[in-house]
């Protein structure tokens, strides 16, 4: 176990050619000593801190190359309640799946659900929608949380839950990642927002 510091920086500041040369070298220390691989698990939400979003994305895609057809495996935690919707995008972007915990139940949700997506925008599902419900996912996929969803709109926060969960089982998905997805397959938010 090593704290992100020790394994991302040196001298307290953070460096991507450092922690891609640490886990190359990881890997091939495992692979000498027998191991079958290599398993990584972290938060990257420091890292998104210390780096603009362009530059997160391509620090993710170098540990994506220096993974590919090697056994290594890496973990990365994005936790929604810290997260903003144009983070979940490029998590989505980069990664190969992702995998939800929503009330205790693990759920594997796959990133190549972009075509569903645009099935269910081409069936018109986003027309069945309320004005409100449509008026709630925009502000979903713009990355607002319900509080923040409730206050601009003049409703309590139980009204602004009520509406989701409507929303969810109108168009068959269960998590927050799906939602964006359809909103911005739909063309109801720009992926740039």
Known sequence: MASHRKWFG???????????????????????????????????????????????????GEIDRLMEHRRMLAVCTFPLMLSRAGQILDAARTHQFGITVRNGTWKKVEIRDIGAAQRQAKKGKLRQLTFRQREILQHIAEGRNTKQIADLLGISIKTVESHRLQLMRRLKIDNIPGLVRFAIYTGLVSPED
């Open 10 to 60: 040196a001298d307290g500041t953070f460096d991507a050619s450092i922690a891609v040369r640490r886990f190359r070298k990881k890997l091939v220390d495992a692979e000498r000593r027998g191991f079958a691989g290599l398993r990584v698990n972290g938060s990257s939400a420091w890292v998104r801190e210390k780096f603009r979003a362009q530059r997160f994305r391509e620090f993710e």
